[in-house]
């Protein structure tokens, strides 16, 4: 007795293993690493822009301090930002602390939102507002521009120019200022969220055909934020210098602002919690802190985290 196999079975057999042999090829190709396709600036800047609203939308609970810096001294806070919006006190001007009178006064702004409901209505109603702003202008940027790349900058990040789009028809007050602009603006392509914004005015842009006003050509405005943990961004840098006409005064807005020491607060942090932290603890950060989440927590919490695009902040100023 043999073992050999007959001729006819081993003709039957090499297809088979042909077969094999062509679907293990096609499984190392198809598990090869594959380089990542970054959207064009179109796309890639329309998702960041709309990350940047969600965030907006919102916003998570934190503390920070901030220094102004205005063309007659500066002054910086420190603020809480709630889910209502954001509560704060003035704690130095000139990088000094607050002299007797000064801080009388802003303990007694604190206490009058505590005891007056109007106070406290009207100081959430103008933080809405502005913040309905600076949402309208993000809804905005992506079609008000064309934008082209402009190479590789530092951190990963990607350059893109713009200037105003033929064509492009302001939905809102706030947006009409895009018909002047031209500049640059930086995205994370990882992320997918605006890093920095650089615009200048070419042209003067008027409101209501130049009768409630006027800004003039040469304005400047930059804006800057960073991520400060996993899925998180802040702004940190904010300069504005603007020159212009309401009705019949002109007017000249300058503002640096920096934002630093960027905290967790408790998720269900409130407005009038914040305002009565503020009272007890006006100065830096070691005093009086709220207690710190830890990691795993913080990531379990956030909803963004679980998101390919986690949702600026604040990201616009209020122009007029």
Known sequence: MTNAIAPNSRNRIR?????????LSALNVSSAPRKKQVPGPEELIQRAAENEVAALKQPLPCSYFQRLEWNWGTETRRVFQTSEGAASRVVEFNDEPLGPDQLAKQIGALQKLLADRDTRKHALEEDQAETRRRIHMMEAFPQAFLFQPDGDALGGLLKFTFSPKPGFSPPSRESQVYRGMT???????????????????????????????????????????KQTSPGVWHITRLELDVKGRVFLGGFRLQRDERDTEFRRTPPKLTFQTAVEFLLQSPSGPAKGAFPMESKKNQEERDPRN???????????????
């Open 15 to 23: 297809p088979i293993w042909l077969l094999l042999a062509l679907l």
């Open 183 to 225: 500049g640059s603006v930086w995205v994370s392509p990882g992320s997918q969220r605006l890093a920095r914004i650089e615009g200048v005015l070419t042209k003067d842009v008027s409101f209501g055909w130049g009768i409630f006003g006027k800004l003039d050509k040469g304005g400047r405005y930059e804006i800057e934020q």
């Open 306 to 320: 679980k998101t390919a695009q986690p949702p600026l902040l604040k990201a616009q100023p209020k122009i007029l």
